[in-house]
């Protein structure tokens, strides 16, 4: 069976004006600002002192857009006859985010949490080479990492957290003074004093108070 000519417009002019009697949906940015989940990939932030210069996120970057510099310092033995050793210190980190394909494999393989995800896009430049971001830009990135999540009621608590919390109980333990028990202080001066025979208390009451002589 043919069409009848002419529906496929009256089709079209039906949806049109069906949308026309609906409220807007569209935002206007940037006078509004859009309202993002805080998973969105927006830039990278840099948490400098979790970084130890592993490279494994320059060397898992597909687009090799992670530039990395850095140096050997010795450090001194903790205790004395201890061995010194070495360790890399940060000269250089940046991301040149012209390259960056925000796959996130640099967050994903970081072991020690240095890379974090940022909601933030608003980083658009006139000049490519403002794309680079060094260590100092990328910090700042950091103040506008959302929280993590909060976790279920009945989760486990972090092995982060709770290794933590026990170093910091075991240092505030070696920091604390010695507490001395009260009894013992007590057991001390009890064994300073001279004993007193047991029968000189009763001697004592059986001695008459004065002004009870003659009575009776």
Same mark, same amino acid.
């Given at each position: 069976?043919?069409?009848?000519?002419?529906?496929?417009?009256?089709?079209?002019?039906?949806?049109?004006?069906?949308? !026309?009697?609906? *409220?807007?949906?569209?935002?206007?940015?940037?006078?509004?600002?859009?309202?993002?989940?805080?998973?969105?990939?927006?830039?990278?932030?840099?948490?400098?002192?979790?970084?130890?210069?592993?490279?494994?996120?320059?060397?898992?970057?597909?687009?090799?857009?992670?530039?990395?510099?850095?140096? *050997?310092? /010795?450090?001194?033995?903790?205790?004395?006859?201890?061995?010194?050793?070495?360790?890399?210190?940060?000269?250089?980190?940046?991301?040149?985010?012209?390259?960056? !394909?925000?796959?996130?494999?640099?967050?994903?393989?970081?072991?020690?949490?240095?890379?974090?995800?940022?909601?933030?896009?608003?980083?658009?430049?006139?000049?490519?080479?403002?794309?680079?971001?060094?260590?100092?830009?990328?910090?700042?990135? !950091?103040?506008?990492?959302?929280?993590?999540?909060?976790?279920?009621?009945?989760?486990?608590?972090?092995?982060?957290?709770? /290794?933590?919390? *026990?170093?910091?109980?075991?240092?505030?333990?070696? $920091?604390?003074?010695?507490?001395?028990?009260?009894?013992?202080?007590?057991?001390?001066?009890?064994?300073? $004093?001279?004993?007193?025979?047991?029968?000189?208390?009763?001697?004592?009451?059986?001695?008459?108070?004065?002004?009870?002589?003659?009575?009776?």
């Amino acid at each position: 069976m043919a069409p009848i000519p002419g529906s496929g417009l009256a089709k079209g002019l039906a949806v049109t004006l069906r949308t !026309m009697t609906k *409220k807007s949906v569209t935002a206007q940015y940037p006078d509004t600002q859009p309202d993002l989940p805080p998973r969105t990939r927006g830039v990278i932030g840099l948490f400098e002192e979790n970084c130890t210069v592993c490279m494994l996120c320059a060397r898992e970057c597909p687009d090799w857009c992670i530039y990395i510099d850095s140096h *050997k310092e /010795t450090v001194p033995a903790a205790t004395p006859g201890g061995r010194e050793r070495s360790r890399n210190v940060l000269d250089r980190f940046a991301i040149d985010f012209s390259l960056c !394909m925000y796959c996130g494999i640099c967050i994903e393989v970081c072991p020690f949490d240095a890379l974090f995800w940022s909601p933030e896009f608003e980083y658009a430049e006139t000049d490519i080479r403002e794309l680079t971001h060094e260590r100092d830009k990328l910090r700042e990135w !950091m103040w506008t990492v959302p929280a993590p999540p909060a976790l279920d009621p009945g989760a486990e608590e972090p092995k982060e957290l709770a /290794t933590a919390r *026990k170093t910091a109980d075991k240092l505030a333990a070696q $920091q604390a003074p010695p507490v001395t028990e009260p009894h013992a202080d007590e057991q001390a001066r009890a064994a300073e $004093q001279p004993t007193r025979p047991q029968g000189d208390s009763k001697q004592q009451t059986d001695q008459p108070q004065p002004g009870q002589e003659g009575q009776g």
